[in-house]
């Protein structure tokens, strides 16, 4: 099994391919098998990466370490380690805010393009911010519920994330990744987006292209407020995906490789 030392916390990582690296970075309380349809599908003409973050999938369960700024850095680390020198950063959901932390930490001297799947400048309402997914309400109900049905809470998000007519193959998916992040980490990156998280002047700050994907079935989150987020970007590109729900790169993995493939070669 491929592994990875970052920071102290043994990675599984996935590599395939050559030519352009693309490392693919999953969301909360899932997994690189989120990314199968891209690792293999288009490991033709790049070289593609997929990495588990600590505490998920089948990566190190370390006690410590459970936070977005963390996770950026464990990335940094890979991206050293592999000799990358320029890398396309495609971030779904809480991987796009990773990618966002990255810069907001590294820069973008190693970033040729990035990419945002599914993913709002900050999920939580705010005062002077019409968008957002959560109510702080929200996310303590989700703490409890982690802490009191952790499968039920997950059962309850397959249903949003999925478009109307799932698969029980993506389901099951679903259940399976979220159910190999122990709940202890599962309240912790929650107990996070409680307090911190904003990322719209990062956003504004980026200065390499950038492809923003939504799915059209808004379950999960709102095409809107995916838009903003181009819209906050200098050079972006919006593209919606009318079969989807959040989980775009499963539902809809033929249509994303050849929109990702077009973008990369219009870079």
């Known amino acids: 099994m491929p592994v990875i030392q970052c920071n102290g916390a043994d990675l599984y990582y996935e590599e395939f391919g050559e030519g352009q690296p693309i490392i693919f970075l999953h969301g909360a309380t899932a997994g690189l098998r989120y990314f199968e349809p891209q690792l293999t599908g288009l490991a033709d003409d790049y070289r593609t990466f997929g990495l588990d973050f600590r505490g998920h999938g089948r990566s190190e369960k370390t006690d410590l370490g459970h936070t977005l700024q963390q996770y950026a850095r ?9 000799e990358i020198d320029t890398v396309i950063l495609v971030g779904w959901s809480m991987g796009a805010i990773v990618s966002w932390e990255y810069v907001r930490q590294f820069g973008t001297d190693r970033v040729r393009a990035m990419v945002d799947i599914d993913m709002e400048p900050s999920p939580i309402k705010r005062d002077d911010y019409e968008y957002g997914s959560y109510e702080r309400d929200d996310l303590e109900q989700a703490i409890n519920q982690i802490q009191t049905d952790p499968l039920g809470l997950l059962d309850e998000q397959a249903t949003a994330m999925l478009n109307e007519k799932p698969s029980r193959e993506l389901r099951n998916l679903i259940l399976d990744e979220g159910s190999r992040t122990p709940p202890a980490i599962q309240g912790t990156l929650m107990f996070g987006l409680l ?9 504004r700050s980026i200065d390499v292209p950038t492809l923003v994907c939504a799915g059209a079935d808004e379950k999960w989150r709102s095409v809107k407020s995916v ?21 775009i790169t499963i ?3 033929e249509r994303f490789n050849r929109i990702l493939s077009e973008f990369i070669s219009s870079l």
């Open 74 to 82: 464990d990335v940094q680390s890979f991206i050293e380690q592999f």
């Open 251 to 253: 539902e809809e993995p």
């Open 195 to 203: 307090y911190l998280h904003d990322y719209r002047d990062v956003l």
């Open 227 to 247: 838009e903003h987020a181009a819209e906050l970007l200098p050079d972006s590109r919006f593209e919606l995906f009318e079969d989807s729900g959040h989980c």
